[in-house]
């Protein structure tokens, strides 16, 4: 290692030598996938050439060292792939069409025509009539003039106070 250390690449050819199928070994048990053993294991192995130098003999052996990077660096592995897959979960979870009840949605339609129909009660007679024709009929102010036979700034005028009565009566806030 310490010949590794100083960049000698015969002392590395040894090393790789020797240390590769046990390291290949270790990595294969924990990931079950054989190319991604081997992409994991050069990884490994490039970085026992790159950091040979922090290897420390009274801390325990070569091979034990090299087998605790391989270990280390198989488990980061296993956790990326399984933090990917999460991410991949969540996303679909989120991105799937949320449960349409019918039932409910009916129900409050109902309640939103006849909180609209009681709201239009409430109006004068001559703005339910501009409103209906506006907004049922879909006639535009104009239209609306001609058909009730008055003029456009009244029509207008009626309409702002109807829809101003029935956004207040809605509970509508501005």
């Not at 000698?8 to 050819?13: E, G, H, L, N, Y």
């Not at 009840?101 to 009681?118: F, K, P, T």
Request: include cysteine; charge should be positive; charged fraction near 30%.
């Amino acid at each position: 290692m310490a010949r590794v250390s100083h960049g000698d690449r015969d002392a590395f050819t040894h090393l790789y030598d020797t240390l590769a199928p046990t390291v290949f070994g270790i990595i294969i048990k924990i990931l079950r996938d054989r190319a991604q053993s081997q992409e994991v294991a050069q990884e490994v192995m490039i970085d026992l050439w790159r950091q040979a130098a922090r290897y420390r003999p009274e801390r325990g052996t070569v091979m034990a060292w090299v087998a605790t990077i391989a270990h280390r660096r198989a488990v980061d592995r296993v956790r990326s792939a399984q933090a990917s897959s999460n991410r991949e979960h969540a996303t679909a979870v989120r991105d799937q069409p949320r449960p349409f009840d019918e039932v409910a949605e009916e129900v409050e339609s109902r309640l939103e025509s006849e909180q609209v129909r009681r709201c239009l009660e409430s109006l004068t007679e001559l703005q339910r009539q501009a409103v209906t024709l506006a907004y049922y009929q879909g006639l535009t102010y104009r239209a609306v003039a001609e058909k009730l036979g008055s003029p456009l700034a009244t029509i207008k005028t009626r309409m702002r106070d109807g829809l101003i009565r029935l956004r207040d009566c809605m509970g509508v806030s501005v």
